[in-house]
Nanobody
Framework: QVQLVESGGGLVQAGGSLRLSCAAS????????MGWFRQAPGKDREFVSA????????YYAESVKGRFTISRDNAKNTVYLQMNSLKPEDTAVYYC???????????????????WGQGTQVTVSS
């Protein structure tokens, strides 16, 4: 079993930055690829970013490319999402997720992730 806990959300002004953290327990974080998703009020959950088990390969939704950076520290069983140049449309609850299936590339399909955190709220004011 894998337990995930997100933290680092909050209220920031447009153009500001936040760093989200996702701490994993129950398994070493190196055992699975990790993804970040977000869900705004009244919207479907959407893919934001993903990172391979080694951290070598990263993937980003077009809407956040160039602004967000995903990284991982396997020794600390933690995955991060550095969010810069935040926009009001980034406002959402952000969730981290673990994918235990070995794949050639990260999946953007939320249904293929096995474990989810409780979410952390990010609000960007204009």
């Amino acid at each position: 079993q894998v337990q995930l806990v997100e933290s680092g959300g909050g209220l920031v002004q447009a153009g500001g930055s936040l760093r989200l953290s996702c701490a994993a327990s129950g398994r070493t974080v190196s055992s699975y690829a990790m993804g970040w998703f977000r869900q705004a009020p009244g919207k479907d959950r959407e893919f934001v970013s993903a990172i391979s088990r080694s951290g070598t390969n990263t993937y980003y939704a077009e809407s956040v490319k160039g602004r967000f950076t995903i990284s991982r520290d396997n020794a600390k069983n933690t995955v991060y999402l550095q969010m810069n140049s935040l926009k009001p449309e980034d406002t959402a609850v952000y969730y981290c997720a673990a994918d235990l299936t070995v794949r050639s590339r990260a999946t953007v399909d939320s249904a293929e992730y096995d474990y989810w955190g409780q979410g952390t709220q990010v609000t960007v004011s204009s």
